[in-house]
């Protein structure tokens, strides 16, 4: 079956510039995760998403980003007043039930690059 | 806080010997542990998890919750295990900053 789908494969910006980048999870999965890949920093857990409860937000790094999920589907990342530090491949993942056990399915990541 | 430590940023081996990736978490709790990777132009995907104690294309992985550790070992490395490794801890997954695996003939 299809895998976590998401876009832009690769978004350039300018700085000050607001991004939105999507994903879209496997059919069925009820929770989602975003997470940050940049050079140095490993991967860096950004949000989390399980059914209808309130996500958990504690990993953005500022106001400037926020996320919703749609209908328990499809997730947008929005990044407002893009930063160069923002500059990095943004990964989405799913699961089944969010169980901590859960095997999390990676997308293929959106590359930012902000200039 | 939690946190995952892999100390070795490049682990460079010769082909058949043996491979040992590091990490060590901070954990309050029991907690679940898992190895992803990463081959050049893939996807990150689960390698293995603590809990299914299992062997992945030779991989093992023991949890030692007196050291806190969670190393994932190979006897003999192939030139296909070259890729990023990353350990991480529970649900929403607290990563390391991965260990860059080289395997060279």
């Known amino acids: 079956g299809a895998g976590v789908s998401q876009s832009p494969s690769n978004k350039v910006t300018e700085k000050g510039k607001d991004v939105e980048l999507r994903c879209d999870p496997i059919?069925?999965?009820?929770?989602l995760y975003w997470y940050r890949q940049s050079l140095g920093q490993g991967l860096e857990f950004l949000i989390y998403?399980?059914?209808?409860?309130?996500?958990?937000k504690s990993g953005l790094p500022s106001d400037r980003f926020s996320a919703e999920r749609t209908g328990g589907s499809v997730s947008t990342l929005t990044i407002q007043r893009t930063q160069q530090e923002d500059s990095a491949v943004y990964l989405c993942?799913?699961?089944?039930?969010?169980?901590?056990?859960?095997?999390?399915?990676f997308g293929p990541g959106t590359r930012l690059t902000v200039l | 806080a939690q946190r995952v430590t892999q100390p070795e940023k490049l682990l460079s081996v010769f082909k058949g010997a043996p491979v040992e990736l590091k990490c060590n978490y901070s954990y309050s709790g029991s907690p679940e542990l898992f190895w992803y990777v990463q081959y050049s132009r893939q996807r990150l995907q689960l390698l293995l998890r603590?809990?299914s104690r299992e062997s992945i294309k030779g991989f093992t992985a023991d949890l030692n919750k007196g050291e806190t550790s969670f190393h994932l070992k190979k006897p003999f490395a192939q030139e296909e295990d070259s890729a990023m490794y990353y350990c991480?801890?529970?649900?929403?997954?607290?990563f390391g900053k991965g260990t860059t695996l080289s395997v060279s003939s």
């Open positions: 603590h809990i």
């Open positions: 991480a801890v529970r649900a929403a997954l607290i």
């Open positions: 993942a799913s699961s089944y039930s969010g169980h901590s056990t859960d095997t999390q399915y």
């Open positions: 998403f399980q059914g209808n409860s309130a996500p958990d």
């Open positions: 059919s069925g999965h009820t929770a």
